[in-house]
């Protein structure tokens, strides 16, 4: 079946059945010309948005409507989680092809409830139209008390720097999906390629790791280098990155080395991790370490420290070699030279 | 100067220049992976979003940028204001091609924060990306009272069905727009083109229709045809619209007849003229007009009245021949047949 034989209006009736949920929150849901929902008084609103476009965000062959779907979901709960907030409701835009298959849009909608209910959020509404290129925009509300509130801008001279989880199996698992000829050649290739294409953003991992006194925090979307470039930018403060402490994941160096790259780029410069990176005071960083990896089994490393801005960011390698660090990450729009 | 050679963040850091605001209802302003704001803990959240993509929604030929970012912020304006809600904050995901000018991002950008300061709002985040078309998606959280909420089900028997303003003007004004052979023949050319290009939310006079005692409401998107029909659907009642009482906007007549159609067509099915339709019993109805008009100077005009169920809805003319309606108004995706 086709969206063009149903229509808009038969497209938004199977949407609806697809993300019906009954909650107290919910004052008007979907289907109204706007949503109307009940927020806890003592909170603060977290918002974010952001816009996935088919050819310039995600190719179709590289990624099923499902996990397109539960990823442009899971980055933006990543984005209130980097604020220590906790996600509420969600919004949907989404443009598709008059002759997209209706069962591969509510694929999508699947993909999209999966993240939803994994994280407790509600899905109160959005918009569906035609377009050109598979167009999906979310934009979540979240809430967060004003004690827990984490800002890029509070990172402290002699701060350690820290992170979740592994690094670098989203830009390997995305190598994997553009080189079919590798399948079967490496192991982890399961592992690196759901990474890629279903990362698990860090909601509880980031609360934690506020109340247990964590001072800039943000989630790695750009890449590691390109985060701690924003928390020094912001903190007016500079960084020294330990090279050799970066938890690199399982199964990046092989992939990494195939393609002749080195496998600490893809930590650094890969992104699309969704993992936390945080600065903490030297007192607090072994105690939120013990207490996240006991809490959550989720492993955190110390990869280096805040110093002053006058140093810029520094790599620093086992022999005590140091390198400035001047690109960061991927950026839209730039021409590549 | 092109987009590609400033890149992403010199995008953002432009836009965040034209965007820029002091409120101390923002805790963390655009800049940080979401934004935090607070909200006044009696009111209910109101979120809608909406997607604009070119050559779906927009051609480039017929609108300026400066016009496109009012009207993609004007549309969502509406939405809230059809629930008698307050327009709080905005956030904005911007799809550009790597060749558009900068100064047209910037152009798109003024216009969506001429929206914004009429209207009271803040812009507090969003998303800028590579698009093979010019995208804008558009979310606002707003705020109502729970007493003032009106939805679309609340419609009762013996309502008087009202609208405000006039009708039609939004596509006579697009048809002047796709007709530019039509250019300098017309009265009233001017304001039917700004009524397509420029709308006007009705944030104030929804909020009056609602303390005074108005049923169901909505915003006129999709045409008048149309949203009767969801409010009967949703309110499962019949209508009854008085076909000689819909006030057409002037020029409208002109247009429609050099076209070969009938005016009346341009105010039932037209949509886009984001003026509000509501219901209220009739010993409101006449309050509702005089006050409205005595506060805002706005027209209101009674059209029609709500039936059982079992009338359907139809359309009378002056001599009192009744016909039902069965299409209502433009849909996405759907083949024309």
Chains 1, 2 share one sequence.
Request: charged share 25%.
């Amino acid at each position: 079946m086709l969206i063009e034989d149903i229509g808009e209006f038969g497209l938004i009736r199977r949407i609806s059945k697809i993300a019906a949920v009954k909650d107290k929150r919910i004052i008007v849901p979907i289907g109204d010309d706007a949503a109307v929902v009940t927020s806890d008084p003592n909170l603060l609103l977290v918002l974010t948005s952001d816009i996935l476009i088919e050819g310039v965000h995600f190719k179709l062959g590289t990624i099923s409507p499902n996990e397109l779907g539960y990823k442009a979901m899971a980055i933006n709960i990543s984005d209130i989680a980097a604020m220590a907030g906790i996600p509420r409701f969600a919004l949907v835009s989404m443009g598709l092809k008059p002759k997209t298959s209706v069962e591969f849009a509510e694929a999508i909608y699947r993909g999209m409830m999966k993240a939803i209910r994994k994280y407790r959020l509600i899905l109160v509404g959005g918009d569906t139209t035609e377009a050109p290129h598979i167009t999906l925009s979310v934009t979540i509300i979240g809430e967060v008390e004003p004690a827990y509130l984490r800002r890029r801008s509070e990172a402290a001279i002699g701060d350690k720097i820290l992170v979740t989880g592994r690094l670098g199996a989203s830009k390997a698992g995305l190598e994997l999906l553009l080189n079919p000829q590798f399948k079967g050649s490496f192991r982890y290739e399961k592992s690196l390629r759901r990474a890629h294409l279903v990362p698990i953003p860090r909601v509880v991992e980031a609360r934690i790791v506020s109340k247990h006194g964590a001072h800039a925090m943000e989630d790695i979307s750009d890449g590691l280098a390109s985060e701690i470039n924003h928390i020094c930018e912001e903190s007016r403060v500079g960084a020294r990155i330990l090279a050799y402490r970066i938890p690199v994941a399982k199964g990046v160096r092989e992939i990494a080395l195939a393609l002749g790259k080195k496998p600490l780029d893809f930590a650094l410069y890969g992104g699309e991790d969704y993992e936390i990176v945080f600065t903490a005071p030297p007192s607090k960083a072994e105690e939120i370490k013990n207490y996240l990896l006991g809490e959550t089994g989720t492993l955190v490393t110390e990869v280096g420290e805040i110093v002053d801005r006058k140093e810029g960011i520094c790599l620093v390698n086992k022999e005590g070699k140091v390198s400035q660090l001047t690109t960061f990450g991927y950026e839209h729009f730039k021409k590549r030279r």
